[in-house]
Antibody, heavy 122, light 108 residues
Framework: QLQLQESGPGLVKPSETLSLTCTVSGGSISVSSYYWGWIRQPPGKGLEWIGSMYHIGNTYYNPSLKSRVTISVDTAKDQFSLELRSVTAADTAVYYC??????????????WGQGTRVTVSS | EIVLTQSPGTLSLSPGERATLSCRASQSVRNFYLAWYQQRPGQAPRLLIYGATSRATGIPDRFSGSGSGTDFTLTISRLEPEDSAVYYCQHYDTSLLTFGGGTKVEIK
């Protein structure tokens, strides 16, 4: 059964780069042909889509974050990653990785990781 | 950008009662791209409804979705204690996914 697991530092300093990895287990990123995404949730607030990607390189980003975000994939490790540059306290959130249900970015997310909490603080 | 507005902010009901949650879009959206999620405290969101009306795998039939155009509804026909959660609607349009602000359902 396919599972997603986020990993990365729980604390990042302001102005630095937040880097997270999502490991896909129980299946292959490249063979499965799904789109994969990142979503975040600031403490006590709602959900915000960060961006999504396909294993051959198609990426889509939330315009509000696009200038600071890169999503990439390592198919050999069945992992995809998030980089968010020049972070501030406003980037403090639980970060989730997830899978798009259909083999397209269009629509919903049917499989989620458990989330990882990232705090931006000096 | 399409904005999704959810109401009410909080719903407090007893077990066995019916819950009706609203999601209103700032402009007409395609049903195919409207989804609902449940997020229990401390957990990741879980897909409940996709395509406005279709239940995701393993979702009990007391959850149902309806609506079209700009007005969508999630109904929980008979509340159970484990339905205590925040519920979000979500939409896709022009390479952008957006979420509503959520409705918190409290079980008395």
């Amino acid at each position: 059964q396919l599972q997603l697991q986020e990993s990365g530092p729980g604390l990042v300093k302001p102005s630095e780069t937040l880097s997270l990895t999502c490991t896909v287990s129980g299946g292959s990123i490249s063979v499965s042909s799904y789109y994969w995404g990142w979503i975040r949730q600031p403490p006590g607030k709602g959900l915000e889509w960060i961006g999504s990607m396909y294993h051959i390189g198609n990426t889509y980003y939330n315009p509000s974050l696009k200038s600071r975000v890169t999503i990439s994939v390592d198919t050999a490790k069945d992992q995809f990653s998030l980089e968010l540059r020049s972070v501030t306290a406003a980037d403090t959130a639980v970060y989730y990785c997830a899978r798009h249900r259909l083999h397209t970015i269009r629509g919903d997310l049917d499989l989620w990781g458990q989330g990882t909490r990232v705090t931006v603080s000096s | 950008e399409i904005v999704l507005t959810q109401s009410p902010g909080t719903l407090s009901l007893s077990p066995g009662e019916r819950a009706t949650l609203s999601c209103r879009a700032s402009q007409s959206v395609r049903n195919f791209y409207l989804a609902w999620y449940q997020q229990r405290p401390g957990q990741a969101p879980r897909l409940l409804i996709y395509g406005a009306t279709s239940r995701a795998t393993g979702i009990p039939d007391r959850f149902s979705g309806s609506g079209s155009g700009t007005d969508f509804t999630l109904t929980i026909s008979r509340l159970e204690p484990e339905d205590s959660a925040v519920y979000y609607c979500q939409h896709y349009d022009t390479s952008l996914l957006t979420f509503g602000g959520g409705t918190k359902v409290e079980i008395k």
